[in-house]
């Protein structure tokens, strides 16, 4: 295999907490992403899914330096992005782009749209006349299924949908080699989202650019990605091919996700898995395999000692005591 | 007769001196212990329509502007505002999307279920935390009685809607409205809260309306369905007979563009268009300028409703015909 585009080794970010009233005790660390360690190839998308607070945004937001991670190593074509000065990092921020969530809070509402995509241009110095950044904008404004015309227009006149169409050609007119999008679909109503989904996958296409795709939503992370890789409580439970570990989950949390959502189809009635309790709180996650609260498989090992990530084929692995254990899954109704 | 009956319900946002139609002509019936669910995307009237249902929309910029409401035989919109306050809370509760924002944060919940509880009951206070306690029992939270003393910060999202439902059914209602109850809620989480209020309700007899834009939530939860696009309901079935066969292209155009969790496709088959804004005037159907079907007669003329059988209405100039 070639070497990948971007490595990830044990990466931590851990928020010290303040006090919260003068001369109280100190807030124990958060440890929001804990041990985090994964590859993404060029030209592939790897879903990162799991529920709120699992620390997969952290991840993103530790990628592009927008927090400062604890330890680890992020090795871009072999160099580590986290141990870069700003300023030796900043022109690789050209290369590691950002698409965040909320499209009405990641526009500035007093710029024009051709002003949003032009700053970009300036500061990575990618056009050297204002004609040249111009056909270039309008250039990017078409990719995104956008009217060139539109580009004297403030943010306020657009749509959710078509905010984040601008929002995307504000990361695409860089030509990134890495884009990391942040649950960029989940603020759209639903008609909206299909059409974003095809234009981020269409461009993903075209460009080969690689793209770490971060979402809760399990169809969504189906739809978009290559490969997939399944968050908990700071740590990746289980990766693998999109594929693999939509048929065949090997991990409970991995299998609880998937019969947890709920499908468009009234013969499912009745039919849902029961989950047990609620998501522990990564600022006092539970010893051991820190799923084990909730596992219906949890055995008294998983209390005490933090299961190993263990390959199971090729590029399917998945953190768990009990893998070989476990009931084979039954077939997807 | 059904418990809950909406006629003709029209709704209008007052702005700038002008009123803007935000639902038109909806009606639905719902019987004791069904479940109606009403499904659609931003700005579609499916919260103002439960919101008036309520009787929330007083002092709003919002108005009822036509049809009836007639809720266990008596009419609603008519009744003095007193009367509906004593029916609020009681007879019919309501539970909201965000629970951090629906609870009280400076109060502790016990208090804040006792005093739903006295507001409707003559019950004094130590009787009611009693009660309190056992509600929080029956929305299964662990150590009911200590939990009474817990503030809403102290507590998890999933934990506050749960607060939220034994507030709602504190005094027995009739009817349940549910707007996006599990929407702030992580899938797990929501899987567990709908089975409790399915729980309740199989328990209680109790009717409920569930308001969502996830026709995943919708399609597991509900008896019946009703769609709303741009303030009217474009069709309405048994939940069987809309997700077998959908008959408006807006219905089966949402259905198609959910990205499935359980198979692959290349490019998801996504409505055109964007959703209309509240101010924009669309003359005929209103979702003729996304429709894939649309023809001349759609820009100019309101469809009128077609009825198939098993109720199934849909209000659209060229319907789909079922499979055969």
Redesign the interface.
């Known amino acids: 295999m070639t070497a990948p585009l971007l490595a990830v080794r044990n990466l931590k970010t851990h928020f010290r907490a303040g006090r919260s009233w003068p001369f109280g005790p100190r807030a124990a660390t958060l440890k929001a992403v804990d041990g985090v360690s994964f590859e993404i190839q060029a030209g592939e998308v790897l879903g990162l899914v799991g529920?709120?607070g699992c620390g997969k945004s952290t991840v993103g937001r530790t990628l592009t330096r927008l927090e400062p991670s604890t330890s680890g190593e992020a090795l871009l074509e072999g160099q580590d992005i986290l141990q870069l000065s700003q300023a030796a990092f900043r022109p690789l921020r050209g290369q590691i782009q950002m698409i965040f969530q909320d499209p009405f809070a990641s526009l500035n509402p007093r710029l024009t749209i051709e002003q949003t995509l032009a700053e970009p241009l300036r500061i990575h110095r990618l056009a050297t006349t204002a004609k040249e950044a111009r056909a270039r904008i309008a250039e990017i404004l078409t990719l995104v299924g956008l009217d060139p015309k539109v580009m004297t227009r403030h943010p306020h006149q657009f749509?959710g949908?078509?905010r984040q169409r601008i929002a995307i050609a504000r990361v695409m007119i860089l030509s990134p080699r890495l884009v990391i999008a942040d649950e960029p679909v989940s603020a759209l109503?639903?008609?909206?989202?299909?059409?974003v989904?095809?234009l981020i996958?269409?461009i993903q296409r075209k460009s080969s650019v690689a793209m770490l795709f971060i979402s809760?939503?399990?169809?969504?992370v189906?739809?978009i990605s290559d490969r997939v890789a399944v968050m908990y409580l700071g740590r990746i439970v289980e990766t693998g091919p999109?594929?693999e570990v939509?048929a065949r989950p090997s991990h409970p949390y991995t299998r609880?996700?998937?019969e947890?959502?709920?499908?468009?189809?009234?013969?499912?009635?009745?039919r849902?898995?029961?989950?047990l309790g609620?998501?522990a709180?990564a600022a006092a996650p539970p010893p051991g395999c820190s799923f084990h609260p909730?596992c219906p498989f949890a055995t008294e090992r998983c209390r005490i000692e933090a299961p190993a990530y263990a390959a199971l084929s090729d590029n399917h692995g998945s953190a768990c005591h009990n893998i070989a254990a476990l009931p084979g899954k039954q077939a997807?109704e | 007769m059904a418990l809950l009956e909406v006629r003709n319900l029209c709704i209008a946002v007052g702005s700038g001196g002008a009123l803007l139609p935000v639902v038109e002509d909806v009606s639905f019936t719902v019987e004791a212990g069904r479940t109606l669910g009403i499904v659609g995307e931003s700005g579609c009237g499916k919260s103002l329509t439960s919101l008036a249902i309520m009787g929330l929309l007083e002092g709003s910029q919002v108005r009822i502007t036509g049809g009836e409401i007639r809720f266990a035989g008596r009419e609603l919109t008519k009744l003095p505002a007193a009367e509906r306050r004593a029916i609020m809370g009681d007879q019919m509760a309501m539970i909201f999307q965000e629970p951090m924002t629906s609870l009280n944060p400076v109060y502790r919940i016990g208090d804040q279920i006792v005093e739903v509880l006295r507001q409707h009951r003559s019950m004094s206070r130590r009787d009611a935390l009693v009660r309190a306690a056992e509600l929080l029992a029956l929305v299964r939270i662990p150590g009911p009685a200590e939990r009474l003393k817990s503030y809403p910060h102290q507590l998890s999202g999933g934990m506050r809607q749960r607060v939220m439902i034994a507030m709602a059914i504190a005094c027995d209602p009739s009817l349940l409205i549910a707007d996006e109850p599990t929407t702030a809620l992580d899938v797990t989480v929501q899987a567990q809260i709908l089975d409790l209020l399915a729980d309740l309700q199989a328990r209680t007899g109790m009717a409920v309306v569930l308001i969502s834009h996830d026709l995943g939530v919708i399609a597991e939860t509900c008896q019946t369905i009703a769609v709303m696009y741009r303030g009217r309901i474009v069709e309405s079935a048994s939940a069987a007979g809309l997700f077998a066969a959908p008959r408006h292209p807006y219905t089966s155009g949402l259905m198609a563009s959910i990205p499935d969790a359980d198979a692959d496709c290349e490019t998801l088959p996504a409505i055109a268009g964007r959703v209309p804004r509240i101010d924009e005037r669309i003359g005929g159907c209103a979702f003729h300028p996304r429709c894939p079907r649309a023809a001349s007669r759609c820009a100019i003329e309101p469809p009128a409703t077609a009825t198939y059988p098993e109720d199934h209405v849909v209000l659209c100039h060229f319907p789909e015909e079922a499979a055969p």
């Open positions: 529920e709120s749509s949908g078509q109503d639903v008609s909206i989202q299909a059409q989904l095809n996958k269409e809760h939503d399990l169809g969504v189906r739809h999109k594929a939509f609880l996700l998937l947890s959502t709920p499908r468009p189809d009234p013969a499912r009635a009745g849902r898995a029961k989950a609620e998501p709180s909730r997807n």
